[in-house]
């Protein structure tokens, strides 16, 4: 079936799949958005551990996310995973270890003897959703306005160079960081912009989430109140980098030569040139605006199924814009043609089908964490039920 | 190669090394007691018997605390392939990327999704459905060890795969041959049986310590029963697939099984050392340990490596040197090769850009003809010596391991005849052998990836890539500040997780939040 595509078939599907995961990962940042707000929510003991129970049933699905999407990455467009990854060091590794000290907080948090102490444990958390979130907006807006790198394969070869023989080299000793503060075509306030649209989209997704998840009426009362300047904030930055993104000049591939060039209103042709694309996103947006008209002027307490999908929907059709229709997924400023496209920088088509093929248990595998989601959700949190488990947090 | 940053490839294998050995501090005992715990609350499901909850209740408990700490430093490894080794990433990311994807896919979204139901499902799905999401927490986590294991065999023996020339870089052609290769076979069940044993080591231990307080006797004594069988076919599992390792070492990576054995001499009826001790250095052999006291069995080492007593086996010195009589290629005649590859590829390059087509071709072939020893040509102009892995460490942490493992084979014989025979109480010393077995078991278990990781140095791919042309363009002070920051708080993460855990043993399967679940979930 996969074997019969051509190899740039396979490296489209394999750039939805990826796509695919990283609108989930967006989604599913909730968890580090609702860590932002734990003493926001939680006025007493009490109510703090409805909040970080509510979210410590969640987090390994964020985490494996952004695992498998590190991995499906590597495997579908290594050269993206080495050129990143080596390249943006500290932007990576801040995000790493901002996951790190996430993993053991919400085990530990109420351990006893548990060394460092609950509030730090809960300042981790904390820690982990403000640059969690901010710092993976900052890096994917790099998709759209490029970061210093060259790549030359042939680096491998000459042992005479009085560089080291990597492939992959970051042209800043910044290693990333200065994806903040670069004031060419203004990127860093694009960045910035969707850094911290993520960061309120992560909290709005979470009050949407305890309203539907915690049965608490002191919490559900502070959730209203939070969600409407939370979700202000986000379509505040998002909206300002959307349309700017629609105005900024691409980086477009021409199909003949491979040769990367500066297109105007690149962004904006991709969406008018794929027109499902389009579509699909403003699906995405209408869902998001209706998740949180129904909450905040309807009362409703299951905003989170409108706007969680719109969510994924909106994330997914930028992703695709970000790599289909000859785009640059991944740009080089400092040197146009080291560019990374679905093309240059992919697997093998070998490799693209059997990972394909592997691909094919993905609904099997949403199936099984949606039976294992209803299950758990099925009644809303409380205290008493969460002191009636042997296993807390 | 004068451009090489020794700093920067020490520092990036330190930082793999530290985040590595930490992370295996927390995984064996997961993938060990996942399957303890799913067989408790099986026989708790069989038989309705609540003090088997409550059993398996308190081994969840230490499974979850330990389980975070794993899964922390998990996600480093994964992101360090990326982030200090690109070249790697690059040269092998169509191979290697795929198992991780599908550790990803198939098997931790497993563990993610059933762990959930298995800690907090008690009382919100049915018993069946409980005990069979504990089981498959226990085959995602041992799942998502089979695709990191698959991708580390391969390392240590390429197969299934071609270089391509015009991507520069190894491409899969055959997915079986990668997953069924024989160094990830016997990898993956050696490092599995080996966390088993471990898991039920560890079972065991915690459990002595009870008996001999005179306190959770019905936990104790189950679970040391249990254990004991567990680890028993374990420990048999991890000998005879580490005698398999070792065969496929001795075809694959000669040189490291030289060095676990600190064998510079080769020679037919190869002795095996049992046990020995390195001397000081000779003054007119400073690239050789030498021994000061060593215990040898002739003919053993010819025997475990080739099924032949007669059989020859390299040493350091054939290796490096070269042995005619054996047909064994010096390395400096591999250094020639490889460099001869690299300059061919170049030339191959260069040409295919100009169009010179009949350069091309024989640039190719040349290439083609002396590709098996391409990464050697990295070497070229410096001391072959330094193809050559640590040999005290090698050798200790393989005796070590290859020690403890016959210790735990006996231990697990006494225990289960004891407990069976129910006469632990009378039996101190074997009670407090069982507590104090519990550190020589991560020793063993550690020093089982030390045997593995530093005896193919520098090879981060086996003859095709070596970690000098492996590393990320950083500065070492990068790699520096990350290492210090990643053992700071590792130690800190692991000092709090033993301070938990000995809390929560002291505390017992009679602490109130256990005793209050079985309350109110009664025979749920």
Known sequence: MFENLSHLSLQQYWWLIDSLLGALLVFLLFVQGGQTLIYTLGKTNGERDIVVNSLGRKWEFTFTTLVTFGGALFASFPLFYSTSFGGAYWVWMAILFAFIIQAVSYEYRKKESNFLGKKTYEFFLFINGLLGTILLGTAVSTFFTGSMFSVNKLNLLNLSSDRMPVISSWETPFHGLEAVWTVDNLAFLQN??????????????????????????????????????????????????????????????NPET????????????????????????????????????????????????????????????LFLIAGYNNTSFYPSTFDLQSSLTIENSSSSHFTLTAMSYVSLIVPFVLAYIWFAWRAMDKKKITLEEIESESHSY | MENIDWGLVDWSRAQFALTA????????????????????????????????????????????????????????????????????????GDIFGAPLAIEGIMAFFMESTFIAIMFFGWNKVSKNIHLLSTWLVAIGSNLS????????????????????????????????????????????????????????????????????????????????ILASVFGFFAIIFTIGTGDGSAKVIARYQP??????????????????????????????????????????????????????????????????????????????????KGKIAIDALLAYKNAKKTNEIELAESSLKLFNDNFEHFGYGYYFGKDPHLLVPNVKISFYSFHIMVILGVFFLLLFILTFYFGFKNKLEN???????????????????????????VGRQPWVIQDLMPNIAAVSQLDQSSVQITFFLFL??????????????????????????????INEGGNK
């Open chain 1, 192 to 253: 910035l912009a969707l850094g911290l649209a993520v960061f309120f989209l992560a909290r709005t997704l979470a009050l949407l989430y305890f309203q539907n998840n915690i049965d608490n009426e002191e919490i559900n009362a502070r959730t209203k109140k939070c969600l409407k300047i939370n979700s202000v904030l986000f379509l505040m930055f998002f909206l300002f980098w959307l349309i700017r993104l629609m105005f900024i000049e691409g980086f477009a591939v």
């Open chain 1, 258 to 317: 491979k040769e990367i060039f500066m297109e105007p209103y690149k962004y904006f042709n991709n969406l008018i040139e794929m027109p499902i694309v389009l579509i699909i996103m403003l699906i995405g947006v209408v869902l998001v605006l209706l998740g949180l008209f129904m909450s905040i002027f309807k009362g409703k307490d299951n905003g989170i199924w409108f706007t969680g999908p719109g969510t994924v929907l909106t994330v997914f059709a």
């Open chain 2, 21 to 92: 050995m930490y992370h295996w501090i927390f995984v064996p005992l997961t993938l060990g007691l996942s399957f303890i715990i799913a067989m408790m609350e099986t026989i708790y499901v069989k038989t309705g018997n609540l003090e088997w909850k409550k059993v398996t209740k308190f081994w969840m408990t230490i499974f979850g605390i330990n389980f975070a700490i794993g899964v922390a430093t998990g996600i480093i490894l994964e992101f360090e392939f990326g982030t200090n080794w690109s070249n790697y990433s690059w040269f092998v």
């Open chain 2, 145 to 224: 060890a089979l695709w990191i294991l698959v991708a580390n065999g391969w390392m240590q023996n390429p197969s299934g795969m071609t270089f391509n020339p015009e991507t520069v870089r190894n491409e899969m052609n055959n997915f079986w041959d990668v997953l069924f290769n024989p160094a990830a076979i016997n990898k993956f069940i050696h490092t599995i049986s080996s966390a088993y044993v471990l898991a039920s080591i560890f079972v065991i231990g915690v459990s002595a310590w009870y008996i001999l307080k005179n306190r959770e006797l019905f936990l104790a004594k189950r679970s040391i």
């Open chain 2, 255 to 336: 040189m490291k099984l030289a060095a676990m054995e600190g064998l510079y001499e080769g020679q037919t009826n190869a002795p095996l050392v049992a046990f020995g001790f390195f001397g000081s250095k000779d003054e007119n052999q400073p690239n050789m340990e030498k021994f000061a006291f060593s215990v040898k069995i002739p003919s053993a080492l010819s025997f475990l490596a080739f099924f032949n007593s007669d059989a020859f086996v390299p040493g350091i010195k054939d290796l490096v040197h070269g042995n005619k009589e054996q047909n064994i290629l010096s390395y400096e005649e591999r250094i020639e």
């Open chain 2, 427 to 453: 039996k101190k010393w074997l009670l407090w052998l069982s507590l104090w077995t519990i550190p020589l078991a991560y020793i063993a278990s550690e020093a089982g990836w030390v045997v593995a990781e």
């Open chain 2, 488 to 517: 700071a708080i590792f130690t800190a993460l692991l000092i709090a997780e033993i301070k938990i855990l000995l809390t929560q043993i002291r505390k017992g399967s009679h602490n109130e939040e256990i005793v209050e679940s």
